[in-house]
């Protein structure tokens, strides 16, 4: 079994800790997981993106051009990469800044207001932590306990206020 | 009978292949006495760049290391961090540290490295057969400048003493002549200080030696002694530029 | 042992300190910047010294005073950081002094761009100094490869006293893998190396000869009775250091030759090759130079083509070419200046060539 996601964004939204956490949650339950960003000043202000992929097996190649988990977090990266979807993937849209829907008619879509959502919390910040939340509980790819145990290593001692915040964003829609 | 003089045991007996007339074997033996003084001699690494007295450490009594062109100071500043209670020199032609090298001195006084620099300033290009260097004089004759050097044509000598001395890491610069017994003298109390502010840990010293090179300069012995004094010391004024308040 | 989630950069440095590097030197550039910020702040924790060079000239002089001085020295760099390190790779090549470096190679010509590249393979095998030298290369296709490449090259450059190169890409560098980390070793003391390395310069102490390290030799005749001496060592490396590994089953109509990231992308092609019906084989260098000649002893009668796949103008294939011998025909399957084929291309071109040999 072998899962390809893509995750995109613009610079600022956290798109690269999305995928860190999900690679990282991967890594715990003990699966072969890759994580490759796009780097270089493509990265300023421009798009971020970064690829995991989660096998039971080896991962040979780290790199792909077609993906079974699509998630956008602005308009440009809908319509950049909405073609690497494989017929039957799921893509996750970020509707609280996407209006547009896509054009594709063979793949599973999943609405998610996450800056919406993040800003009712009063943390609009943590509208990544409300999408990652959604693309885990939606494909089940790692679980939420592992994702769980991923933010509480990344905020660990001292930062208990960060983590209470993010906790809830990445829960909020369970 | 009394012995009234000895060569420092910080020089090899053996003879050295610089030119008649030559000050490096002055300033190698002033170094090595100042070494041998401070009780410093087996405790001490020292690089030798490209340039004449790349072959430095035929005559030098010391662990030593030869260095790419102009790169001394870079190589000191990676043997200093190896062994921060060792005293580190290096020995550079003008070519060498104020052409070539001229980033790596910068930068290594820049850092305030506790290592020091002896820079022995003869104008002149000597190992590669007497072209013009940085500090060649105006008017001077060189291979690359046979009419002599013109500011139009090659810009004003540069001053590597009063360069250094703006920067903040080089708490030692001094200039000093090896052209007369005097001189020498002083030069030595130079080196001597040079070589305490390193111990003391102040941060980058520097000696700059106003040199001779009767060969390249077309000059007999006792007239490249008249250049530097008629010549090289006006341009090149000697003393102290910079120095910790103790010293 | 425990695994880890690391990016690239930053577990060759800690690699590099675990390995026991005291001494890192370097100067910022794309795609291994996470390297010299790693050691801004590691290397003093492990008792280390790290020095932000002026450049990467400086850097690599810095790097062959401190091992002269018998310090076990780490840089890092990127390809055209390489090209200015070739002045110090040659001096240290010649007087014998011990580093471990690291490119984290991107696309070149010139300035070129900052996306993975393997066009250094000539400046990495061939050396890009001056002079009759060699330099150990090893080409690690995962971070875990990279890890302990560079964990393990420390003795390997201290037991021939010569530089040895870890050559990886930006790809590696910027991509995270789980990985184990090896034990940390402990950083030699003034008194072991003195005694490990009785050649160091450390200061002549009680030492009965001074130590000298030295490049120049004018006279002709020494000078060859010197490069004579290097060359005798660099035959025992040639024996001693050379890796490869294979892949497929035995008696492929198609053998591919790759080196590091790009294995990998291969590896996945002959998973499409094996779905579309061709039997693919592989064979990976992990020593570039030396060159696993030996290697190719296997290829069969059934063998119909060899292909070099490189991010590279055709640098590998020279050495491809030399180990084939004119026994089968060797082909090209490449792209270059940053540009990553995908698997599929790879097959497609692979089974474009093998048509076209009908």
């Known amino acids: ?174 | 009978m009394k012995q009234v003089f000895a060569i420092t045991r910080g020089m090899l007996p053996v003879d050295t292949s610089y030119c008649p007339g030559c000050t490096h074997g002055v300033a190698h033996r002033l170094i090595m006495e100042c070494l041998e003084e401070l009780g410093e001699l087996d405790n001490t690494i020292a690089v030798s760049p490209i340039g004449c007295s790349i072959v430095a450490h035929q005559y030098m009594n010391i662990d030593m290391c030869e260095s790419a062109h102009g790169r001394a100071p870079a190589v000191a500043s990676g043997i200093r961090r190896v062994h921060p209670d060792k005293v580190v020199f290096t020995y550079q032609g003008d070519g060498d540290l104020a052409s070539i090298g001229v980033g790596e001195i910068i930068h290594a006084a820049h850092r305030g490295e506790k290592v020091t620099t002896f820079f022995i300033n003869n104008a002149i290009y000597g190992m590669t057969g007497g072209q013009m260097a940085p500090t060649t004089l105006l008017g001077q004759r060189a291979t690359t400048a046979i009419n002599g050097r013109t500011k139009e044509s090659n810009g004003s000598p540069l001053r590597m003493c009063e360069l250094l001395a703006t920067i903040d890491g080089a708490v030692f610069v001094e200039r000093v002549a090896l052209n007369s017994p005097g001189n020498v003298r002083k030069a030595k109390k130079a080196v001597m200080k040079a070589f305490e502010v390193q111990k003391n840990g102040l941060g980058f010293s520097f000696v700059e030696f106003l040199s001779s090179c009767p060969t390249n300069w077309g000059r007999a012995p006792y007239e490249a002694m008249e250049f530097i004094k008629e010549e090289m010391i006006p341009y090149y004024p000697l003393g102290n530029f910079r120095k910790p308040e103790e010293f | 042992m425990e695994k880890v989630l690391m990016k690239g950069n930053e577990a060759f440095a800690e690699a590099a300190i675990r390995g026991g590097a005291g001494f890192y030197f370097g100067y910022p550039i794309t795609p291994q910047n996470e390297i010299p910020e790693y050691m801004s702040h590691e290397l003093e924790k492990a008792g280390g010294s790290f020095i932000q060079a002026e450049s990467e000239l400086a850097a690599v002089n810095m790097a062959y005073g401190a091992a002269a001085a018998g310090g076990s020295v780490f840089i890092s760099t990127s390809s055209p950081g390489v090209a200015l390190m070739q002045e110090g790779i040659s001096f240290m090549c010649s007087s014998e002094v011990p580093v471990v470096m690291l490119n984290v190679s991107r696309g070149g010509p010139g300035v070129g761009g900052i996306q993975p590249g393997q066009a250094d393979y000539f400046q990495a095998t061939r050396g890009g100094g001056n002079g009759d030298y060699h330099v150990p290369v090893f080409a690690p296709a995962s971070i875990q490869e990279a890890i302990d490449m560079i964990y393990g090259a420390f003795e390997i450059a201290d037991k021939y006293q010569n530089p040895v190169m870890i050559l990886a890409d930006g790809m590696l560098g910027q991509m995270m893998e789980p990985v184990s980390l090896p034990e940390a070793k402990r950083m030699a003391t003034y008194e072991e190396i003195r005694a490990n390395k009785p050649w160091a310069i450390t200061g002549k102490g009680p030492r009965s000869e001074r130590n000298v390290i030295k490049s120049l030799r004018l006279q002709p005749d020494v000078l060859e009775a010197h490069i004579h001496r290097l060359f005798e060592k660099y035959d025992r490396m040639e024996k001693e250091l050379v890796r490869y590994e294979t892949y497929g089953e035995p008696d492929p109509e198609i053998v591919f030759v790759a080196f590091g990231t790009v294995a990998r992308l291969v590896a996945e092609t002959m998973d499409i090759l094996a779905e579309r019906g061709y039997k693919a084989g592989m064979i990976r260098p992990v020593t570039l130079w030396p060159f696993p000649f030996d290697a190719f002893a296997r290829i069969s009668d059934k063998t119909r083509l060899v292909v070099s796949v490189e991010l590279s103008m055709g640098q590998l294939l020279t050495d491809v070419k030399a180990a084939v011998c004119g026994r089968v025909p060797v082909g090209l399957i490449n792209r270059t200046g940053g540009v990553v084929p995908t698997p599929v291309e790879i097959a497609d071109r692979a089974i474009k060539q093998l048509k076209a040999l009908d």
Do not use: W
């Open chain 1, 1 to 174: 079994m072998k899962t390809r996601m893509f995750f995109a964004g613009s610079g600022g939204q956290g798109i690269l800790l999305m995928g860190q956490m999900i690679a990282k949650a991967a890594m715990l339950e003990g699966r072969e997981v890759t994580f490759m960003p796009s780097y270089g000043p493509e990265m300023r202000g421009g798009t971020a993106n970064c690829t995991v992929i989660i096998s039971d097996k080896t991962i040979s190649c780290p790199l792909i051009s077609e993906t079974d988990i699509l998630v956008v977090m602005n308009k440009p990266s809908l319509i950049r990469f909405e073609s690497m979807l494989t017929p039957g993937g799921t893509l996750f849209i970020n509707s609280s800044l996407i209006a547009e829907s896509p054009t594709r008619d063979d793949i599973v879509i999943v609405n998610v207001p996450a800056n919406d959502r993040a800003a009712e919390l009063g943390i609009e910040k943590s509208a990544n932590m409300v999408m990652l939340g959604a693309v885990v509980n939606g494909t089940g790819v790692v679980s939420m306990e592992s994702v769980d145990r991923v933010l509480g290593y990344i905020f660990s001692e001292g930062k208990a206020a960060l983590y209470s915040v993010n906790h809830r964003a990445l829960h909020i829609n369970a």
